[in-house]
């Protein structure tokens, strides 16, 4: 099995911060790397697939990195509503997810 | 509009069976790839199982052999049989379509979710 080790597991940040969240692959998953945001009591919304490829309707302050077995979810001028928390996702080899990243207001 | 909308949910004995449906509006089921995601209370996202749009199925080794995902084409409607099912299946279920190109596969749309809790 593919394991994605993501860090850190939480964050405090300010609005307007960029903030910088990394997703590590236990073996290469080539660019099979998706990144999803998630609010409490909702479901995950997709946010980046490919790992750089910017899901539609998606603000363009979101983006990523990465190839091979290290990526980065990279949020620019951080906003109210991106309190939340994110997951990587690699599909290359079955779905796994990385344990999430909780963006807390600092 | 596309949309996932899960059902199904409750709260079953350890040992005991439950069907998940996903009822599909705006695109057809059967053409794309549909997936089942859980996650646990407090936890984080698990993947449970894949059904292609040519039939093939694939599960999570935690799963396999006690669920059996299907679809209804003309109800345009996935679904989860859950079979055997232990405390540790308790989390809620989400349905979700695979968005899927030649260098990637991603969960693009998501149901609302419906809880299944195992306990006696």
């Known amino acids: 099995d593919i394991q994605m080790t993501q860090s850190p597991s939480s964050l405090s940040a300010s609005i307007g911060d960029r903030v910088t969240i990394t997703c590590r692959a236990s073996q290469s998953i080539t660019t099979f790397l998706n990144w999803y945001q998630q609010k409490p009591g909702k479901a995950p919304n997709l946010l980046i697939y490919?790992?750089?490829s910017l899901q539609s309707g998606v603000p363009s302050r979101f983006s990523g990195s990465g190839s091979g077995t290290d990526f980065t979810l990279t949020i620019t001028n951080l906003q109210p509503e991106d309190f939340a928390t994110y997951f990587c996702q690699q599909s290359y080899r079955a779905r796994t997810f990385g344990r999430g990243t909780k963006v807390e207001i600092k | 509009e596309v949309q996932l909308v899960e059902s199904g949910g409750g709260l079953i004995q350890p040992g005991g069976s439950l069907r998940l449906s996903c009822v599909a509006s705006g695109f057809i089921v059967s053409s794309n790839y549909m997936s089942w995601v859980r996650q646990a209370p407090g936890k984080g996202l698990e993947w449970v199982s894949v059904?292609?749009?040519?039939?093939?199925?694939h599960y999570a080794d935690s799963v396999k052999g006690r669920f059996t995902i299907s679809r209804d084409n003309s109800k345009n409607t996935l679904y989860l049989q859950m079979n055997s099912l232990r405390a540790e299946d308790t989390a809620v279920y989400y349905c979700a379509r695979v968005l899927v190109g030649t260098t990637y596969d991603a969960f693009d749309i998501w149901g609302q979710g419906t809880m299944v809790t195992v306990s006696s």
């Open positions: 059904l292609y749009s040519s039939g093939t199925t």
């Open positions: 490919a790992a750089s």
